[in-house]
């Protein structure tokens, strides 16, 4: 069975600084890949996923992930945070590539950018 | 992206009735639609897979007769969630992925809270 641990409950971070949110992933096939965020009382927002090829990708709002199957992580960064990104961050995985395999979210991590 | 629908938003009800959450797909036809369920601070947990013209599947512990689930066409999926009780209050989240054509991300919808007094 395929599980992904967040292991931040909070993440603290400066405007304009760096981020990093991080997720590591177990999965007995090949990955696949989630990010998402989500904003008080509102669904979840799609950011970025991982299905084959580079390690790095890029998503929306200027967010990418380095797909990193040594370590089997998945880390979600962006190169200057904004307060505007400050919200909720879950990491997905699921065990095959159709998009009706359901999803295993990671508990997610708070991402709070200070002005 | 593709946009999910869900309705309604939020819904306030009584312990012992029954409320029907609707899960609609905009722009394009789904076979597959998720419900998932998010206590406050906490993750999404699957409820069950629903399926396009026959049953839904169920994940452990979720009591099918009480979360009913129709698929009744490729844009339209429905939790009805009966007989209400304080301990169903939470937060529902529908999610759904265009069958085949290369689509393989679920786009969700907005959730609706529910909350049974």
């Known amino acids: 069975a395929q599980s992904v641990a967040q292991p931040e409950d909070q993440v603290n971070v400066a405007e304009g600084n760096p981020l990093t949110v991080k997720c590591t992933y177990s999965?007995?096939?090949?990955?696949?890949l989630f990010w998402y965020v989500q904003y008080p009382n509102r669904g979840l927002q799609f950011l970025l996923k991982y299905i084959t090829g580079d390690n790095l990708v890029k998503g929306s709002y200027g967010f990418e992930a380095e797909f990193n199957k040594s370590q089997t992580s998945f880390h979600l960064k962006k190169p200057s945070a904004l307060v505007s990104d400050s919200a909720l961050y879950f990491c997905a995985v699921r065990d095959g590539v159709s998009g009706n395999t359901p999803l295993v979210f990671g508990k997610g991590t708070r991402l709070s950018v200070i002005a | 992206g593709a946009v999910v629908s869900q309705h309604p938003s939020w819904v306030i009800c009584k312990s012992g009735t029954s409320v029907k959450i609707e899960c609609r797909s905009l722009d394009f036809q789904a076979t597959t639609m998720f419900w998932y369920r998010q206590f406050p601070k906490q993750s999404l947990m699957l409820m069950a897979t629903s399926n396009e013209g026959s049953k839904a599947t169920y994940e452990q512990g979720v009591e099918k007769d009480k979360f009913l689930i129709n698929h009744a066409s490729l844009t339209l999926s429905t939790l009805t969630v009966t007989s209400a009780h304080p301990e169903d209050s939470s937060f529902y989240i529908c999610?759904?992925?265009?069958?085949?054509?290369?689509?393989?991300?679920?786009?969700f919808g907005p959730g609706t809270r529910l909350t049974v007094l």
């Open positions: 999610s759904a992925a265009s069958p085949g054509g290369g689509t393989d991300t679920q786009y």
């Open positions: 999965v007995s096939g090949n990955p696949y």
